[in-house]
């Protein structure tokens, strides 16, 4: 292990003068950087598409991981001979979530309504037809 005291020393010179500049900024006190009007807006886009993937990704997780409490709400409404109030399922919630995020990101992208319009709707009607398939089931 090669330990430079140098090298540490202008590595915590950097991060002191950078750390300065940000609380400037923060402050009001400095200029703040000015970034490209692109750049900004490709960082914009990214985080927009950093939420909605993330979201997705917790929705999915949700669809393939359900919630048991749900399982058994169901089952004590039928030992109690109640109807079990309807809720929106995991699929439909999936293809509601896969819409908002193509009708969020715009046409002209990858992830435009128009070319995810045909797996979020068939995604969604698996969603309403599910409770229907698991009373064929008889599960």
């Known amino acids: 292990m090669d330990f430079s005291v140098?090298?540490?020393?202008s590595d915590a010179g950097t991060f002191l003068s950078r750390a300065v500049q940000f609380a400037e900024e923060k402050l009001g006190q400095a200029e703040?950087?000015?970034?490209?009007?692109?750049?900004?807006n490709l960082l914009t886009k990214a985080d927009t598409r950093r939420r909605w993937t993330e979201r997705l990704i917790k929705q999915t997780e949700v669809v393939l991981q359900?919630?048991?409490?749900l399982r058994m709400e169901g089952l004590l409404y039928e030992m109690l001979e109640r109807e079990a109030p309807r809720h929106t399922s995991n699929h439909e919630q999936?293809?509601?979530c896969m819409?908002?995020?193509?009708?969020?990101?715009g046409p002209g992208t990858a992830h435009s309504p128009r070319?995810?319009?045909h797996p979020d709707i068939?995604?969604?009607l698996a969603g309403g037809s599910y409770p229907g398939y698991i009373g064929f089931q008889g599960v």
């Open 122 to 124: 068939s995604e969604t």
């Open 32 to 40: 703040k950087t000015e970034l490209d009007v692109r750049l900004d």
């Open 115 to 117: 070319r995810l319009l």
């Open 99 to 105: 819409i908002d995020a193509g009708h969020e990101l």
């Open 66 to 69: 359900p919630n048991p409490g």
């Open 94 to 96: 999936l293809g509601e």
């Open 6 to 9: 140098k090298r540490l020393a």
